[in-house]
């Protein structure tokens, strides 16, 4: 091949892997943007329609379906993820079972911290299970069809994608943040990456005492 030619192969790979990794920073802002237009709703419905959360069709670990009228009466604290996360889920589900190892019996009882994995293709109903009770003993794990899952995620604005890895397998793109609903399965606020348990807990506390 000649010079030119393997340096024009060269430049269209550039061009592509730039192209892509725009797609992706585009998708990530447009979500973010769009949770942060919603903004808080801590008014109880006076600012208007919740702009985060909804119905969902889920599977809890036992294969029983699972609604947001599951939880109904609790405050949920929401995280969409996958068991497959190397570094990121983990990390954000320890600190939401950090935060409720910070509050009163009393208020843990009004608290379901829920898990909802958004690799259906490999989380089945005992993984989920599994993985959410090794972060904390509420921890209630749901999954579903692709298309179930979509409805949630959707509902809460979480955009997530399957990425292939040079292994031959793939991991999965997607929005983190932890998303606090009241007792009526109304948005009540989220919190981004790396925050403190001890805000989150604060939250928790208040959007329990209504
Ligand atoms: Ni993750």
Redesign the pocket.
């Known amino acids: 091949m000649s010079e030119p030619k393997k340096r024009n192969i060269v430049r269209w790979v550039i061009f592509g892997f730039a192209g892509i990794c725009l797609l992706f920073a585009g998708g990530a802002a447009y979500v973010a943007l769009q949770i942060i237009e919603g903004g808080p709703n801590q008014e109880g419905g006076i600012m208007g329609q919740p702009t985060v959360g909804g119905p969902f069709v889920l599977v809890n670990g036992n294969g029983e379906t699972a609604t947001e009228k599951t939880f109904g009466g609790k405050v949920m604290a929401v995280y969409f993820?996958?068991t497959y996360?190397?570094?990121?889920?983990p990390t954000?589900l320890a600190i939401v079972a950090d935060a409720i190892d910070l509050l009163p019996a009393d208020v843990v009882a009004d608290v379901a911290p829920v898990f909802i994995t958004i690799d259906p293709d490999r989380d089945t109903p005992e993984l989920v299970k599994e993985y959410a009770a090794n972060f904390h003993e509420n921890m209630v794990g749901l999954t579903g069809t692709p298309e179930q899952v979509a409805v949630a995620g959707k509902a809460y604005r979480v955009y997530y994608a399957k990425r292939e890895t040079e292994s031959g397998s793939y991991t999965?793109d997607?929005t983190?943040y932890i998303y606090i609903m009241d007792k009526q399965g109304r948005y009540y606020r989220h919190f981004r990456m790396n925050s403190a348990p001890e805000e989150i807990a604060e939250a928790l506390k208040a959007a329990v005492a209504g």
């Open positions: 993820g996958f996360c190397p570094d990121v889920c954000e999965m997607h983190s």
